[in-house]
């Protein structure tokens, strides 16, 4: 046991001085050394022995064709307000189908959160006296109520909005959220 490990560090250590020596640079190779020099480049490219140019094709030169000064008549097609029965019927289809779409995803102004029925009922008052055409929803979801103002389809009409209700109001917060749309414009 005692001769082994002796035996394993030189060992360890011969084969670590002969990875070292593989990596080492090598010594230059007694070769010759490459021209570096700058050389004159020639001024003309030097002519083959013989002359090439029987074999060179020789194209005749083309005719050359009068150009009218008047361009060709361009027809005009007038647009028609044109329909064909299967659209039409897939027209008809369509807006039968929107016909029974009742909701969109829109914004809603929520202008209270809190605890107090009497508080929400005044806020409300306020905004419907002042715009009556504006619709409110009041949520009761124990112990918290929330007022919500209008039904808008863009984010531009719930900031026109909110504009309006900006003095009215204690809290103004814009909600994505589904609402009603109005068949009744």
Known sequence: MNRLLPKMLVASLFFGLAACAGAAPQAPRASAPADTTLKKAATAAPMPAEDVTKYRPVFAAPKATPILATAPAKTTVLPTNHVNPQVEQRLRDQAYTN?????????????????????????RRTVIGRYPDETDYITFKS?????YIGDYL?????????ARLRG???????EATQVVLNKNP
Do not use: S
């Not at 929520?110 to 009922?121: A, F, S």
């Not at 112990?143 to 007022?147: A, D, E, H, S």
């Not at 863009?154 to 909110?162: E, F, I």
């Open 99 to 123: 016909q029974n779409v009742k909701y969109a995803q829109g914004y809603r102004l929520l202008v209270y959160l809190g605890l107090e029925r009497d508080q929400v009922m005044a806020i």
């Open 143 to 147: 112990p918290v109520y929330r007022l």
């Open 154 to 162: 863009t984010k531009l009409d719930a900031a026109r909005a909110m």
């Open 168 to 174: 009215l109001t204690p809290k103004l917060e814009l």
